[in-house]
């Protein structure tokens, strides 16, 4: 798989962390964070984000 | 870990904008439905003549909401900072995914490739879940919650690595593999309630997936373009 077509510049500097391994990091940082606001069943979150998961179809109560 | 900080940095300003822009159009389109379908939630079913079951027939689903207790913003600005705030939380998310999977592919060149980004995006974590369990008010039936959000991630995972392959792989085999993995989640089938019987009449359940479903659209749209043009920018500018 071609990987590298274009990539950012001030990356170039600094490649102490695989590309891949940041990425991945990303990723992971990602699911976190949808999955704190969209899935938890903590009662506060899911009353705080009500509104929100209705309205972008996550399940809800 | 500059790539990882320029993700953050897309991902942040991209979900900004577009979780401030979903709630614009949450109060213009899908809140308004919410708060109707909340009156209904704690009234009475309307005069259903069930021999058997006189006056029942709305006790479950009136049971499952008095559950909720704990604490929940006061309704008015509260209410709205909070659907601001996890708006714009959960478009950061959304867009950390979406930033991430595209650096696997070289990134966005600009905010039309964003755009496009940003439309697979809405048909894996809208589209794809949504036609199995389409966007739902208060207090219409649903099956257990657990199975439908385990339901949901695994649509949106096998409709994601579907997309993927059918796009990047040039590969007929794995076109095929890529379709039946889209299909998949529809044939085994969404988790579904054991009544259908709902309060929310059928119109207004209906409006709020068309409502629903088209500011997603939007959302997922701006989120994506923003994202590519942050990049674009960010890169012209070093």
Redesign the interface.
Known sequence: ???????????S??T??P?LA??????F???????????S?I??I???????????????? | MALFRNIVFIAALAGLIAGLTMTAMQYAGTVPLILKAETFEGAAEPAHEHAATPNTAAAPHAHDHDKEEGWAPADGFERSAYTALANVVTAIGFALLLVAASELRGGMSGWRQGIFWGLAGFVVFTLAPGLGLPSELPAMPAAELGQRQIWWVGTALATGIGLALLVFKQSLPLAVLALALIVAPHLVGAPQPESFESPIPEALAHNFVVMASVTSLVFWVVLGGVAGFVRSRAQQMA
């Not at chain 1, 940041?22 to 990723?27: E, F, K, P």
């Not at chain 1, 209705?54 to 399940?59: G, Q, W």
């Open positions: 798989m071609n990987v590298q077509q274009t990539s950012l510049p001030i990356q500097s600094a102490s962390t590309r940041q990425i991945g990091l990303a990723i940082l990602g699911l976190f964070v949808v999955g704190v606001s969209g899935f069943h009662e506060a899911h009353n705080a984000a009500h509104d929100v998961r209705h309205s972008l179809a996550f399940p809800c109560h």
